[in-house]
């Protein structure tokens, strides 16, 4: 019971000291009760005020972030992978070094068709193609006949997309790659995979030069193969005049493409 009435008069006690709480009092205090009722509204509407500010101020600081600077020289990269996996979007790392040329940290490997490291491109195999009885009459659409000559072509294309791809090889690690800063993992890779396949379309492209160049050139200009093999010479009897018969592939006629 006497904890119930200390209750009670504490209650009324800070009931009545908020009833009469005016921070905005006249001086001197003689005033009107309606003077009296304006200063007391005043009052709860600034504590009120006052709370929501401190609240926001509270809350404001509870949801900010304040980011902190620090500066590791010469980090290993575990550690920036660590940092970069925690402050992605923060992170900054200048580079030593602007520009490293790709043959520091790319590797390009190639391997050619099968054909060009088969029998089919040997000294010994051209040797026996080569031989040819000459008792025994050929077609000029042989593959006896016709093998002499493809198969040094086929060796030659061989050794020359060979070379071209070595080549360019050595060009392509020259090229600097420039940044400022170390780039994400991911950048990295799809930067790298894009040059690759420019490189791979370039090659190609290069590759595939001179035999469009003979392909082109060989019916434009009227040119007859070696061996025959896009057309054909006759003679009528009773004339002087030979004449040219274009050879046909696949219903696809020497005379119109070379292909």
């Known amino acids: 019971m006497i904890i119930i009435v200390k209750c009670r008069e504490a209650w009324n006690v800070l009931k009545q000291y908020f009833g009469n ?6 001086i001197p205090s003689t005033i009107g009760a309606h003077e009296h009722q304006n200063q007391k509204i005043s009052t709860i ?21 304040v980011q902190k600077t620090m500066a590791i020289k ?37 391997s050619l068709h099968q054909l060009c490291t088969s029998d089919f491109v040997t000294d010994q195999w051209m040797n026996f193609v080569a031989y040819i009885d000459i008792r025994i009459p050929l077609d000029g659409g042989d593959f006896r006949v016709t093998s002499r000559s493809a198969f040094p072509v086929l060796r030659a294309f061989c050794r020359l ?8 090889l050595i060009r392509f690690y020259a090229i600097d790659c420039v940044s400022g800063y ?4 991911d950048l990295f890779q799809t930067e790298a995979q894009a040059l690759i396949n420019q490189f791979i379309a370039s090659i190609t492209k290069r590759s595939m030069l001179p035999l469009q160049i003979i392909r082109e050139t060989t019916p434009a200009n009227g040119l007859v193969s070696g061996p025959l093999s896009n057309y054909n010479f006759f003679q009528c009897k009773n004339s002087s005049y030979i004449f040219t018969t274009p050879n046909s592939y696949s219903n696809c006629s020497c005379s119109i493409s070379a292909s």
């Open 182 to 185: 170390v780039i994400t993992s």
């Open 45 to 65: 509407i600034f504590i009120i005020l006052l709370i929501l500010s401190f609240s926001i101020l509270i809350l404001y600081n509870s949801i900010v972030v």
């Open 161 to 168: 997309t060979n070379d071209t791809i070595f080549q360019n």
């Open 21 to 26: 709480f005016n921070l905005f009092r006249s």
């Open 74 to 110: 010469h980090p290993s990269f575990a550690e920036y992978s660590q940092l970069f996996s925690k402050y992605s979007s923060a992170l900054t790392c200048p580079c030593t070094k602007l520009s490293i040329k790709y043959e520091n940290f790319l590797q390009m490997n190639f």
